[in-house]
């Protein structure tokens, strides 16, 4: 069994040899595996993650899409790790501060990076309109699901593996929303996730457009409407 696992989602990502590469040197001294996960056969980006396949790298190719957090939560399934993370392949987070956020999930239970902390550094932002956005839905996420999150959707997140696995099977969102059910069932279950402080920059390669928005709310109210966790 690895001592961590790193999913990596990916769509339509230039960057994702890049931040393979990355991961595996500042992981060096660690027993890692990576787990590449695609959902649009055919595709560059899927012919990439094939060519990268040699341990301790691995493919997950999935025949439909099923999400960003549908792609994660397969990772999940398949991870052999003790603790569990997964990484936007696109390298917003500094790749420096992945050893970090491991860490801390190992000591605490959980890990979140974040870009609205004290001491966090954001080296290339957003446009102001998804500054807004983010800001917005962020206050949204703290009221509705009473957690303490400033920053829920940034793009590296790590767990202990025995308390994620236990949860895993009640994942119900898909989208790019599901990191927010993930931290409240985690929470509910009374696991400590710390909210750590990245360098991060805005990657212009970003798959996620603000017409997700509308959709991304509206599941997370449903989900807190029905009172299920």
């Given at each position: 069994?690895?001592?961590?696992?790193?999913?990596?989602?990916?769509?339509?990502e230039g960057r994702l040899g890049s931040t393979v590469k990355e991961l595996l040197d500042v992981l060096g001294e660690l027993d890692v595996e990576i787990?590449?996960?695609t959902d649009h056969p055919g595709d560059a980006t899927t012919m990439e993650a094939r060519a990268l396949s040699r341990e301790p790298v691995n493919h997950i190719e999935l025949p439909e899409s099923v999400g960003k957090g549908g792609a994660v939560l397969r990772g999940f399934r398949e991870a052999e790790g003790d603790v569990l993370g997964f990484v936007d392949a696109d390298g917003s987070v500094s790749p420096e501060d992945i050893p970090g956020l491991v860490k801390a999930a190992g000591e605490t239970g959980g890990a979140v990076a974040s870009r609205n902390v004290a001491s966090a550094n954001v080296t290339r932002d957003r446009s102001l309109a998804r500054r807004a956005a983010s800001r917005a839905f962020n206050v949204f996420v703290r009221l509705l699901f009473d957690v303490p999150f400033r920053d829920t959707q940034c793009g590296a997140k790590f767990f202990r593996g025995e308390p994620?696995?236990?949860?895993?099977?009640?994942?119900?969102?898909?989208g790019f929303e599901f990191d927010v059910q993930l931290l409240w069932r985690l929470r509910n279950r009374g696991l400590d996730v710390e909210e750590v402080p990245v360098t991060w920059k805005h990657s212009g390669e970003s798959v996620f457009s603000l017409a997700e928005g509308p959709s991304m709310l509206f599941n997370l109210t449903l989900l807190r409407l029905r009172g299920k966790t």
């Open positions: 069994m690895a001592e961590v696992s790193v999913v990596i989602p990916a769509y339509r787990l590449i996960v994620l696995r236990e949860v895993l099977p009640e994942m119900r969102c898909t």
